[in-house]
């Protein structure tokens, strides 16, 4: 067993065969299939499970008609702690390559050393980029309404988005609010046809298309929004409690620009075998330019970048 | 299990009496963040074993008084109580070091 000294207070200097950085559905895979090849593995990751767990019920994981989204993830990851890997709860900062060797530093500082690394870091959710947001988080803005709907009892909320995520939040806050606002800034919703029906059929949910939130009223909690209507420049203010806030993804790979090569939207560039530009660096999942951001896909993704690390170990480490 | 279990009957005592100061997860079994977030609190209250801080969860749906008093509008969300005041809180997932660190931040 190779050793994990404590060189100084902060810098914990590990050497891993592979770390794999993220704890979704593609990093898990890879941690299964790394750790079944014996490789020394350590999965860092803030958000065990990752985008998954915010999913009320998985209906397309083959093997499973009807999951929740967190039993499936957490299952996940003890299949990958049973095979041998190892878990730490870190954000990283920054990945080097010095040598052979790459050494990833997390927020504090602690240094993680490895001989390959996987990017499995996923996609977090895209904010309004109105003021306070981050202030009222948990305090009327949400985005997880599996998590917070139930707290809109009697009370009125608004859903800003027009995908599926936008229709499932405003069809759940249905069930509990006694109104629903739901804010598109197009005319026409991407959603499936059936949600958008199943949303315009409920008397307690009003569609504001062709419109955006501006801005909220509150002061510890929200009592009002501002939305502006595009097309006649127009704004007004609704008395409500809160805002959940489904307009998709944003890839946060920053961090590795100078590791790897990313396309315009941030998404890492990766070949048929999940290699990106940089040798030693493989990627996988919602991150990666890969198309359909799906839990079977990222998987399936975590796995082939795995195999593909421990081909380049075989090579790097003779 | 190293967390206090919080009710609505033992929120005074355990909370808002405490001499140390009481890190609460206020959670719920259908929220899927706040069950992963379950053995990180874990590790967090035995990290805090035997130091002047307690760990407690709460659960929104058995202590739901207790949730709507503290105006609790998303989960997971914790609170850490000093002196039977909120001195510090912050909803979402969070790592363990986290709130290891806002924790201890509050022990000085």
Redesign the interface.
């Given at each position: 067993m190779e050793t994990c000294s404590l060189r100084s207070q902060n810098f914990l200097f590990c050497m891993y065969d592979l770390i794999i950085i993220g704890a979704g559905p593609a990093g898990l895979s890879a941690a299964i299939y790394a750790a079944r090849r014996a490789l020394k593995t350590l999965v860092l990751g803030k958000e065990i499970g990752g985008q998954a767990i915010y999913a009320s019920q998985v209906e397309n994981y083959p093997g499973f008609d009807l999951i929740p989204g967190f039993e499936l993830m957490d299952k996940m990851k003890k299949h990958a702690e049973h095979l041998g890997a190892e878990f730490q709860s870190f954000k990283v900062k920054e990945i080097k390559k010095e040598g052979d060797i790459f050494r990833v530093q997390e927020e504090d500082g602690k240094i993680f050393e490895g001989w390959a690394v996987v990017l499995c870091f996923g996609a977090a959710p895209r904010k309004l980029g109105i003021p306070n947001e981050d202030k009222f988080k948990g305090c009327g803005i949400s985005y997880c309404a599996t998590c917070d709907a139930p707290f809109y009892k009697n009370k009125i909320a608004v859903v800003v988005g027009g995908g599926n995520a936008a229709l499932d939040a405003a069809l759940l806050l249905a069930k509990f609010a006694k109104k629903v606002y739901l804010v598109h800034r197009r005319e026409e919703f991407r959603a499936e046809e059936v949600r958008v029906n199943q949303a315009r059929a409920l008397s307690n949910i009003e569609i504001i298309l062709n419109s955006e939130v501006k801005g909220f009223k509150g002061d510890k909690t929200i009592c009002g929004v501002s939305i502006g209507d595009i097309v006649n420049r127009t704004q007004r203010e609704i008395e409500v409690n809160g805002i959940f806030v489904e307009i998709g993804h944003i890839i946060k790979s920053d961090f590795v620009k100078n590791l790897v090569n990313l396309d315009e939207h941030g998404q890492i560039v990766v070949n048929q075998k999940n290699e990106t530009s940089a040798p030693g660096v493989f990627a996988a999942g919602d991150a990666t330019v890969v198309p359909y951001k799906q839990i079977v896909i990222a998987a399936g993704e975590g796995a082939k970048a795995a195999l593909s690390a421990y081909s380049y170990l075989q090579q790097v480490k003779q | 299990m190293p967390e206090i279990i919080l009710t609505d009957q033992n929120f005074e005592d355990e909370v808002l009496k405490s001499s140390v100061p009481v890190l609460v997860d206020f959670w719920?079994p259908?929220?899927?963040?706040?069950?992963?977030m379950g053995p990180?609190v874990e590790e967090v209250a035995k990290r805090f074993e035997g130091k002047p801080a307690k760990v407690a969860k709460l659960n929104v749906d058995e202590a739901a008084a207790t949730a709507e008093k503290y105006?609790?509008?998303?989960?997971?969300?914790f609170k850490i109580f000093k002196g039977g005041e909120v001195v510090d809180?912050?909803?979402?997932?969070?790592?363990?070091?986290e709130i290891v660190k806002r924790l201890e931040k509050t022990l000085q």
């Open positions: - | 719920a259908w929220c899927g963040p706040c069950k992963m990180i105006n609790i509008m998303g989960i997971p969300t809180e912050f909803t979402g997932v969070q790592s363990k070091e």
